[in-house]
């Protein structure tokens, strides 16, 4: 499945590169606020510079509306990745037409220009054959480098990929290799950990893993639902009911795979001050809410994933933003990184909370992309890798 050209397989001395990246980055005050998706696109960056090429980079920053708006401009990114590198960076003011043909025409190799949010044309969430021409135009080979939104097909994601010889950087390539390889070719015992509010957002990975995995722990709000799918009265918590049936036939297909939550932590309010016990599964009194996993759970998924060849994690196991409800989340992630297994995080959620515990150095992989994590446990085919060249 993932036999696709890597960036080291293109020849890139004294050509213009044109890489999509992920600078879809917080800015505050013109200002860059977390640079972890700035810091993962440089060892691409450094590489083509390393070997004499022109580096243009392009990137969406936020939802503008297809057109331009200067609070979604990527000049204080631009500037960041000045401070950043050892080279100048410069930047276009579009992306696309006559300002980015001239930027690009006036670029040297060693040199590194970004050009503005390409969601300030329609062309790009559309996909438009036009404006990835346009994009293809400005070099003469080109990077994908952005998982977080590989699962899109746009215009600079996959359609670029059509009219220049097309690679995956060394971020893609890191993701295909853990992401990918977990799930076809795991050390066993593979299990995952599904977390989070929904069911609904994951029942194609559940599907998909229940065949490839051989444990499955559910924490989150999601666990709330096969609580009651069971029977089980859940009074306040959150439940879906529209995919009660479908949490049933699951619960079915996985037989002993799918390992549900044995005592929870329930409170009488969604509130950091709210009281709150412990109590084992069963009918939750009316008035309170499950918003964490229990220690009696907390100790049997740590059994399950010390024992584990490899682990993928997606979704915390409780309302971890409240410290009083986030335990059962920080047991988890330390159990992970305490473990001999493979430990792969997928994106969003999980990732953040990694990096609250302190724990994100002892894990082997933590993906850049939510959403394209997903796709991948669901064992979809992502448009921005099925466009690159194959080997």
Known sequence: MFSKKMLTDLDVKGKKVLVRVDFNVPISDGKVGDDTRIQAALPTIKYLLENDA??????????????????????????????????????????????????????????????????????????????????????????NDAFGSAHRAHASTAGVADYLPAAAGFLLEKEIKYLGNAIAEPERPFVAILGGAKVSDKIGVIDNLIKKADRILIGGGMANTFFKAQGYAMADSLVEEEVLDTA?????????????PVDVVIADAFDANASDKIMDVGD???GWRILDIGPRTVEAFSDIIKKAGTVVWNGPMGVFELDKFAKGTFEVAKAIAESEATGIVGGGDSASAIKKSGLEDKITHISTGGGASLEMLEGKMLPGLAALDDK
């Open 284 to 286: 939750v009194p009316a």
């Open 248 to 260: 049933k036939e699951l619960l079915d297909m996985a037989g002993g795979k799918l390992v549900l």
């Open 54 to 143: 022109a580096v243009i980079l392009c990137s969406h920053l936020g939802r503008p509306k297809g057109e331009p708006d200067p609070a979604f401009s990527l000049k204080p990114v631009a500037d960041y990745l000045g401070t950043l590198l050892d080279v100048p960076v410069k930047f276009a003011e579009d992306c696309i037409g006559e300002v980015a043909q001239n930027a690009s025409e006036g670029l040297a190799s060693n040199e590194v220009l970004v050009l503005e949010n390409t969601r300030f044309h329609a062309g790009e969430k559309a996909n438009d054959p036009e404006m990835a021409k346009e994009l293809a135009s400005l070099a003469d080979l080109f990077v």
